[in-house]
C-alpha cells in the first residue's frame, strides 16, 4: 500500500508560480508511475500530469502543457508538480495519486489517492 500526501497549494495572483509535493509512504514509491489530478467546483475529476515509475516518461494535459512540469525523486519518495503562469482557470483542489500499472490520463487506473491540496488563482 501507498499513502499520499500534498502540500504548497495556496492563493497566488494570475501569472504567479507554485510548487506542489506530493510525499509518498512505503519502500515501493519507486515502482509506482504517478499522476496530478484537480477538482474544481461542481466540475469532475481532470487529469493534470503523469510520470512513469523511473521518471522517463511523462505525460500533460493539453491546458497545462509548457506551464507546468512534473517530476519525482524517488530517493525521496516524493513527487512534485511546479506551476507556472498560473491562470484563475487553474482553481482547484489538487490531488496526487498512484498506480502499479503504467501510467494514464484516467482515474480509475490510479489505486492511491491524496486528500488534495486547495490552489486557488486570482485574477
Known amino acids: 500500500q501507498v499513502q499520499l500526501v500534498e502540500s504548497g497549494g495556496g492563493l497566488v495572483q494570475a501569472g504567479g508560480s507554485l510548487r506542489l509535493s506530493c510525499a509518498a509512504s512505503?519502500?515501493?514509491?519507486?515502482?509506482?508511475?504517478m499522476g496530478w489530478f484537480r477538482q474544481a467546483p461542481g466540475k469532475e475529476r481532470e487529469f493534470v500530469a503523469a510520470?512513469?515509475?523511473?521518471?522517463?516518461?511523462?505525460y500533460y494535459a493539453d491546458s497545462v502543457k509548457g506551464r507546468f512540469t512534473i517530476s519525482r525523486d524517488n530517493a525521496k519518495v516524493t513527487m512534485y508538480l511546479q506551476m507556472n503562469s498560473l491562470k484563475p482557470e487553474d482553481t482547484a483542489l489538487y490531488y496526487c495519486?498512484?498506480?502499479?500499472?503504467?501510467?494514464?490520463?484516467?482515474?480509475?487506473?490510479?489505486?492511491?489517492w491524496g486528500q488534495g491540496t486547495q490552489v486557488t488563482v486570482s485574477s
Open positions: 495519486a498512484a498506480t502499479p500499472g503504467h501510467y494514464s490520463d484516467l482515474p480509475s487506473t490510479y489505486a492511491y
Open positions: 512505503g519502500r515501493t514509491f519507486s515502482s509506482y508511475a
Open positions: 510520470i512513469s515509475s523511473n521518471a522517463y516518461n511523462t
